[in-house]
């Protein structure tokens, strides 16, 4: 993967930076040790390492300002950090980066049931979220896979999604407004505890942005009331064209869930030899889930499985229990983790029109023989967002630069089907260089024309999203 | 008026323009500030170009009417979820609303507080920018996170960034029952927390206003519910349980009834042919009683669990009379009928109101595209 040569005036000037952080950071929030610098090298995508020049953990939207505004005035890049679960490399460091981490913004801020919103500080995890107001009966929506872990500043970053986006949205549709710190120090607040923030739609342009417009602190976020149940019902089939129909088919029959989620038999098996749920072995499984009172599941459940039973299911069972609904779930939400205890994998993030499903899956089948490389598939149907993970073996030379072959291939076929490269992981560095075959040059152009109102500078995650041919003008000019 | 055929006709009459433009859909939502370009309509840009019910996505040309798309989505049981408000009976306008106008002014309905606002169902566009290039982003899937985006920004950028020339949005299925519960003789502050207990029950509720002079001069509250019929019925008698302490709960499950009423709510019916300004305010809904009371001589109707608040006042009142007590609590103030050339849009914080400009130079160097009215310079 390419990335821009290390500035080696910055690298030069590290004494002087660290000095200046050090009047703004208390010491502990510096970390410029290179033996301690490594634990930042890379996130979640982690076949790409690059340890920063420094990173840095502050603990306000002020020390953010300060720290940023050093930064700028000295023209050092700055790489925004949540977790460092990015499947895309969005928090990869380079050489003469400074890697600006949001752990120690963890604060909930405000909670107010009555107008349902909280609002807290980035750094804290997206489960951390729901935590802080579960015990009132509220929740927070999005549900990325790596809940547990990941934090509300890389979900803004990456707009993510998760299981439940279905029915909740993703990301965007659930936050209402942002304190968010410019690259020049320059301290925005947008939005807040009201609908539809004012002027431009700035909240929408800033998520998703990837960290190259600004670092957010602080977040006013929708919470919402627990539904007062909800239960899955697994459906397994045949074959992967006829859970795909059977998907449109549950769709247009007007009955809403809040999942559909699919799973072929590679998955399948490696989630129920970690989770236990009683999976059948089949070629491809929905999980569907429904919410409401035990009368509304009931009334909803009744026709899905009657859609469900017109396509011949090998398997038709409803969970019986909080226990089964919670394993059922736990075998999902692990697919990543399990793939991994037998297998190197590329999680890839394409979405594709729902109505594209069978065709879709049928071409990846095919597409895996081309190149030996076997492809797990793992996704949330209902949105069409599909994360195919393609197994490889990261000691034997040759094969990751084949899954990733692979793995553009896949991702083009997704843009040619009407899909796009990435549903809720983000382009990072990952899918950067395939950005030319979603948009067309004029398409890219004016998002880098954003980028230049926000960063002229180009100092903030300048070497992700665009291909680095395409954002050469803009970075030579931001100069 | 110009009117062009098409897209690339359109394209090519901006990249040789020399004087502002004047761009509207169907014409029938005239907010914002004077502008004094020529006028240019899309609404020669006609025709639903995709529509996949599978799928729960539509695809329009920005012209397309509104009352095409949504006799298309009727025939099929899906409706546009953000429920578009009809500005014509409110601003007296004639004409045609356009889906193009709806997204340029990000218009939503009571549905907003829980489906989202039209913004959250506009997966992708096509646009010509002030060069006169053809642009694209986002696509017609559910979930898109390639690149920057553009698509929200378009929404409710009135058309001051760039000219739509196509829309993709999510759509989703109608419901078979709507429902109405109702109490009467509350005033603001009990309604609007009448409103939030229903809002953060889990009963699902997707609608939720209060009329302050709609039962022979004091307050009733409304809260619909949709579904099948069996669920409102549950929920309405959960909610009814839930609200007692609030007063007597009425419960109205006469769907064709229910559909008018809420198109009124939507609609703001009760100030159309009424005299006066008319602001529309975005609040915390608990501020928004409060806001209110500052002001003497407004007649008021929530919308949004009290988040969204109708104000009609006597004509000529002075913005900042309305814009102080929504700064002090936080939110926004927009003119929607009146003197216009008196500042409709809320003032911006400096650093957001120089990123607003920032971007309106990128997509629109010259300045073409309805100068002056969200406010900016001309």
């Known amino acids: 993967m390419e990335m821009p040569r290390p500035n080696p005036q910055v690298i030069a000037r590290k004494a002087d930076l660290i000095e200046r952080l050090s009047r703004v950071l208390p010491a502990d929030a510096i970390i410029s040790d290179p033996a301690e610098t490594r634990a930042y090298e890379c996130d979640a995508l982690t076949a790409y390492k690059c340890p920063p020049l420094a990173a840095i953990l502050p603990a306000s939207t002020q020390e953010v300002a300060d720290a940023l505004r050093i930064c700028h005035d000295m023209g050092v890049p700055v790489v925004p950090r949540g977790s460092g679960t990015s499947l895309a490399g969005g928090a990869l460091p380079t050489e003469d980066s400074v890697i600006l981490g949001v752990a120690r913004l963890n604060e909930v801020l405000e909670t107010d049931y009555e107008n349902r919103f909280i609002r807290v500080q980035t750094g804290r995890t997206n489960l951390s979220v729901t935590g802080a107001v579960e015990e009132d009966g509220f929740f927070y929506a999005p549900d990325p896979s790596s ?298 152009s004016i998002q880098m024309a954003v980028k230049d109102v926000f960063d002229p500078k180009w100092l903030l995650n300048p070497a992700k999203v665009f291909p680095l041919a395409s954002s050469e003008a803009h970075r030579i000019a931001a100069e | 008026m110009l009117k062009p055929e098409s897209e690339a006709d359109l394209a090519a009459l901006v990249a040789g323009a020399d004087a502002p433009l004047h761009v509207q859909g169907g014409g029938t939502r005239p907010i914002g500030g004077p502008t004094n370009g020529t006028p240019l309509t899309t609404s020669a840009l006609t025709g639903i170009e995709l529509y996949e019910p599978g799928a729960l996505t539509l695809v329009a040309r920005a012209g397309t009417p509104l009352a095409e798309i949504e006799k298309a989505l009727a025939a099929e049981g899906q409706r546009l979820a953000f429920e578009p408000m009809d500005h014509r009976g409110l601003l007296g306008t004639t004409g045609e609303p356009t889906i193009g106008g709806v997204i340029a002014a990000n218009v939503s309905g009571p549905r907003r507080i829980q489906a989202g606002a039209a913004r959250d169902f506009l997966l992708g566009v096509r646009f010509v920018d002030g060069a006169g290039r053809v642009l694209r982003n986002g696509g017609r899937v559910m979930k898109n996170v390639t690149g920057y985006d553009l698509v929200k920004l378009m929404a409710g950028s009135y058309g001051t960034l760039g000219i739509l020339t196509e829309v993709s949005l999510k759509v989703l299925p109608d419901t078979a029952t709507v429902a109405t519960l109702s109490i009467d003789g509350l005033d603001d502050g009990q309604a609007v927390k009448a409103l939030s207990r229903a809002l953060g029950s889990p009963f699902e509720v997707t609608g939720a206003a209060h009329w302050p002079h709609a039962a022979q001069g004091s307050g009733r509250t409304l809260i619909r519910i949709e579904g099948s019929e069996a669920s409102v019925a549950y929920r309405a008698g959960e909610l009814q349980a839930a609200l007692a302490g609030f007063g007597e709960v009425a419960f109205s499950h006469d769907t064709a009834a229910n559909r008018t009423l809420w198109q009124d709510v939507r609609d703001v019916a009760p100030f159309h042919a009424q005299p006066g300004d008319v602001w529309r305010l975005s609040v915390k809904p608990s501020d928004a009683p409060g806001i209110v009371a500052q002001l003497s001589g407004a007649q008021a109707l929530y919308d949004w669990g009290g988040g969204l608040v109708w104000l009609r006042v006597p004509e000529g009142t002075a913005p900042d009379k309305i814009r102080q007590p929504v700064d002090a609590a936080g939110g926004h103030a927009t003119l929607i009928r009146g003197n216009r050339s008196a500042g409709v849009f809320h003032p911006l914080p400096a650093p957001v109101a120089a990123l607003q400009e920032g971007l309106r130079q990128k997509f629109d160097p010259r300045g073409l595209f309805n100068p002056g009215l969200m406010g900016q310079a001309a």
């Open chain 1, 147 to 444: 809940q547990l872990a990941c934090a509300i500043a890389g979900n803004i970053a990456m707009n993510s999604g998760g299981a439940h986006c279905l029915k909740y949205g993703v990301t965007i549709n659930n936050l209402m407004g942002v304190t968010m710190v410019l690259m020049d120090g320059t301290v925005t607040e947008i939005g807040g505890a009201h609908l539809d923030a004012a002027g431009y739609d700035l909240l929408g342009l800033i998520c998703g942005s990837e960290g190259q417009l600004g670092v957010v602190t602080e977040a006013t976020l929708r919470i919402l009331h627990k539904p007062e149940g909800a239960r899955p019902v697994l459906m397994g089939f045949d074959s992967n064209e006829v859970a795909g129909q059977c998907v449109s088919d549950i769709i247009k029959a007007g009955v809403l869930p809040v999942a559909i989620e699919f799973m072929d038999r590679l998955c399948i098996r490696a989630c129920e030899a970690f989770a236990k749920a009683g999976y059948p072995d089949c070629e491809a499984l929905l999980i569907v889930e429904v919410e409401g009172s035990d009368a509304e599941i009931d009334e909803q459940l009744e026709t899905i499985m009657e859609i469900a039973r017109r396509h011949n299911p090998v398997e038709l069972r409803q969970s019986t229990s909080a226990e089964e609904s919670a394993k059922i779930w736990l075998g999902r939400k692990s697919a990543f983790g399990a793939m991994g205890q037998i297998n190197d994998y590329m999680c890839l993030d394409g979405t594709i029109p729902v109505s594209q499903l069978p065709y879709v899956l049928k071409r990846i089948g095919e597409m895996s023989g081309e190149f030996g490389l076997d492809v797990a598939n793992v996704f949330h149907a209902g949105d069409g967002n599909m994360h195919p993970l393609i197994l490889f073996d990261a000691n034997k030379p040759g094969d990751l630069e084949r899954c990733e072959a692979l793995g553009a291939e896949i991702l083009k076929l997704c843009v040619e089907v009407g899909g796009c490269l990435t549903g809720e992981h983000g382009v990072g560095i990952e899918k950067r260089d395939l950005m030319t075959d979603q948009y067309a040059p004029e398409d890219l």
